[in-house]
């Protein structure tokens, strides 16, 4: 599985920013794809994920501003990052994750940075 992240870039606080990312390959395989995001000094944590049944998880910190959305379909998922705070600053990493549970895949980084 190769996943392709799309989006980021540098937004003034409370903007609004899309991250998407394309799945391509063995893409049966998926079930959860998701958002992670890691800021310098800090461990990568999950921002959102949605399983290929529909149920979804977000970190706390991004209930109400974030939005995850997939298309199973087309193997893509989506985030809708809204009232962007600058704590929200960091690579964020689209994820995929297989029923099994066996293997994880990663795609590029992308920047989020969002100003004061």
């Known amino acids: 599985v190769q996943l392709q992240a799309s989006g980021g870039g540098l937004v003034q606080a409370g903007g609004s920013l899309r991250l998407s990312c394309a799945a391509s390959?063995?893409?049966?395989?998926?079930?959860?794809m998701g958002w992670y995001r890691q800021a310098p000094g800090k461990q990568r944590e999950l921002v959102a994920a949605?399983?290929?049944?529909?149920?979804?998880n977000y970190v706390d910190s991004v209930k109400g501003r974030f939005t995850i959305s997939r298309d199973n379909a087309k193997n893509t998922v989506s985030l809708q990052m809204n009232s962007l705070k600058p704590e929200d600053t960091a690579v964020y990493y689209c994820?995929?994750?297989?029923?099994?549970?066996?293997?994880?895949?990663w795609g590029q980084g992308t920047q989020v940075t969002v100003s004061s």
């Open positions: 994820n995929a994750d297989e029923w099994s549970g066996s293997r994880r895949y």
């Open positions: 390959g063995s893409t049966s395989s998926i079930n959860g």
């Open positions: 949605r399983h290929r049944g529909g149920s979804t």
